[in-house]
Nanobody
Framework: QVQLVESGGRLVQAGGSLRVSCVAS????????TAWFRQVPGKEREFVAA????????YYAGSMKGRFTISRDNSKNTVYLQMNSLEPEDTAVYYC??????????????????WGQGTQLTVSS
């Protein structure tokens, strides 16, 4: 079983950049497909990006593609989300999620077995 801890969220001005991190422990990190989701209070959690176990394949929500980049360093048990050209609408709690996945398609939100506690990003206008 893996534990996930996110960090790096903070207050950023619109147009700025930020990288958040998620460190995994308690499992073989390279066995897990990982992803980032985000949630605004009162709204449903939203998929941001996912990355394969090796890091060679990535998948993005359409609205995030081009501005956000997901990456991972299996030697550090860490997955990252680099966010550029931030907008106030990006303000949310960002969650890391992981699952051992062997399907031919990307896992859906309900497939992810492990979740972190989230890190808050606030983008000011």
């Amino acid at each position: 079983q893996v534990q996930l801890v996110e960090s790096g969220g903070r207050l950023v001005q619109a147009g700025g950049s930020l990288r958040v991190s998620c460190v995994a422990s308690g499992g073989s990190f390279s066995s897990y497909t990982t992803a980032w989701f985000r949630q605004v209070p009162g709204k449903e959690r939203e998929f941001v990006a996912a990355i394969s176990r090796s890091g060679y394949s990535t998948y993005y929500a359409g609205s995030m593609k081009g501005r956000f980049t997901i990456s991972r360093d299996n030697s550090k048990n860490t997955v990252y989300l680099q966010m550029n050209s931030l907008e106030p609408e990006d303000t949310a709690v960002y969650y890391c999620a992981a699952v051992v996945w062997s399907g031919s398609s990307w896992p859906g939100e309900l497939d992810y077995a492990y979740w972190g506690q989230g890190t808050q990003l606030t983008v000011s206008s």
